[in-house]
């Protein structure tokens, strides 16, 4: 079993709908959750950053956490095309471990 | 791209053969580190560096070897090419440890062993 999994989709959404990405994982050490967003033959990049359970916000991107559950989101509202990407959820204990991706198409 | 470089892009190379990845940053950063992205496995640690000529092992790192001589350059080695390692290689930096801060990734080499 690996330690974080994530549904690789694909996912396919029409412009404008919300959008909810997920992540599970057994170390219950991990303390730092992450969403790392990845636009195809590109590096990733961090879009969001959070410590605690609860609910992070940024503009249309709101970040999930339920340590409770092992149990990690990322929503997006008002998704546009441009949103368009393979998004990873990663997390820190020592190391940093990532999820496999889940690739999302958004279609105007 | 924060300041990272890799080098080569793009690698063809034959089953065997030594093949050396560069990673250059302008960032001066302390901890750099060298990640390869396979479908269904998400990205996973190879090797990192915490100084110069401070590495440790990550999660994937038999048949890696690195070396950093200088804080802005981490070099990834495979001594003897295998299909097996045909990926995308990624490095990645971070101002501190991944413990703390996150850590931003170069534009990948798409190495392929044949």
């Known amino acids: 079993q690996k330690e974080v999994e994530q549904d690789p989709g694909p996912l396919s959404v029409p412009e404008g709908a919300i959008v909810s990405l997920n992540c599970t994982y057994s170390?219950?050490?991990?303390?730092?959750f992450m969403w790392y967003r990845q636009y195809s033959r590109k590096g990733p990049e961090l879009l969001m950053y959070?410590?605690?359970?609860g609910n992070k916000e940024d503009g249309r991107f709101t970040a999930q956490v339920d340590k409770s559950s092992k149990y990690i989101s990322l929503f997006i509202r008002d998704s546009q095309p441009s949103d368009s990407a393979t998004y990873l959820c990663?997390?820190?204990?020592?190391?940093?471990?990532f999820g496999a991706g889940t690739r999302l198409t958004v279609k105007p | 791209d924060a300041g990272i470089t890799q080098s080569p892009r793009h690698k063809v190379t034959e089953t065997g053969t030594p093949v050396t990845l560069r990673c250059h940053q302008t960032?001066?950063?302390?901890?750099m580190y060298w990640y390869r992205q396979d479908p269904g496995h998400g990205l996973r640690l190879i090797h990192y560096?915490?100084?110069?000529?401070?590495?440790d092992k990550g999660e994937v790192s038999d048949g890696y070897s690195v070396s950093r001589s200088k804080t802005e350059d981490f070099l990834l080695t495979l001594e003897s090419a295998t299909s097996s390692q045909t990926s995308v290689y990624f490095c990645?930096?971070?101002?501190?440890?991944?413990?703390?801060?996150?850590?931003?990734f170069g534009q990948g080499t798409r190495l392929t062993v044949v």
């Open positions: 170390n219950s050490a991990f303390q730092y």
């Open positions: 959070t410590y605690s359970s």
């Open positions: 990663a997390m820190i204990y020592g190391d940093m471990r």
């Open positions: 560096s915490y100084g110069v000529k401070d590495t």
């Open positions: 990645a930096i971070s101002r501190e440890g991944t413990r703390n801060t996150e850590a931003f």
């Open positions: 960032e001066n950063h302390r901890y």
